[in-house]
Every structure is written in structure tokens, then in C-alpha cells.
């Protein structure tokens, strides 16, 4: 029986002296694996949030190129055309009313358009430090030591007696 007991007292002390020094070295891995975590949802946080910038940009785009190509039908439209004879179904009261009408639609087409290329360009304001943050990330990411693989265990750890 006293053989026994010997050999769970040695068997504890070998867990314990393991415990003791592979204790440390889990810990920072777990440290290194939630701070990875961590950088990781930054990253995928950041991400998120250029996708977001870049779609209403796409939008914004596409709105500016409606209101340019708009705008430009209006200019051609309000270009002189020849007369060759005067039109009979129009009177001048009517032709003067659509041209002014025209005139006002391009000025409001220009203005929709200047405001859209405004928020275009802020939007490509707010990308700039997002797209730092992703840098640093990334940089952070490169930065970290990379994991180590756990000590082996020492030689000198006591043997258990049978």
C-alpha cells in the first residue's frame, strides 16, 4: 500500500511541476489566439464599413452619370435648330415657356450633380482612415510573434517509483 501512495505522491508531483511550467505558456497562447481574435474582428469591422463607403459611392456614381447624361440631352435640345418655316402648332409664348423650363432643368441637373460629386468626394474622405486602420491591422497581424509551440518538458522532472 505505502509503494502505491508513493506512486500517486510522485505522479501529483509530476502534474504539478508540468502544470506549474506549461501553465505560463498556455496563457500566452491563449492571450496571443484572443488578441488575433481580436484584431481580427477589427479588421472585419473595418472592412464592413469601407464596403458600405464604396457601395453608396457606387450609387452616388451612378446618380451623377443619370444627371450628367440628362443634363447633357437638355443642352442639345436647347441648341438652335434651324427653321425652315415657322412652327404652325406653337405660338413664341409657349416656345419661350418650354425653353426657360429646359434652362431651369439643366441648372438643376448641374446642381444635382456638383452635390453629388460633394458627397462623393466625402465619402472618399471618410475611406482614407479606414483604409489606414486596415493598414495598421494588417501591419499588426504581420507584427505578432507568431505562436510558439509549448517547451518540451525538462529532463530533470522526479520519476515515479514502482
Known sequence: MR???R???SIASIATVMVRRL????????GMAWAADGV???VRAVE???????????????????AQELRRSDERQ????????????????????DEAARAQRVKDLQSEA?????????????????????????????DAPPPQAP????NDLPRPAY
Open 3 to 5: 509503494t502505491y501512495s
Open 7 to 9: 506512486s500517486l505522491d
Open 23 to 30: 501553465l505560463p505558456g498556455l496563457a500566452l497562447l491563449a
Open 40 to 42: 481580427q474582428q477589427q
Open 48 to 66: 464592413a464599413a469601407l464596403a458600405r463607403i464604396t457601395q453608396e459611392q457606387q450609387s452616388i456614381y451612378q446618380q451623377f452619370q443619370m
Open 78 to 97: 436647347m441648341q438652335p435648330m434651324p427653321l425652315y418655316g415657322v412652327p404652325t402648332s406653337s405660338n413664341y409664348e409657349d416656345i419661350k415657356r
Open 114 to 142: 456638383d452635390r453629388l460629386y460633394a458627397r462623393y468626394r466625402e465619402l472618399e474622405q471618410q475611406k482614407k482612415p479606414l483604409l489606414e486602420q486596415l493598414s495598421a491591422l494588417a501591419q499588426q497581424r504581420t
Open 151 to 154: 517547451q518540451e518538458l525538462p
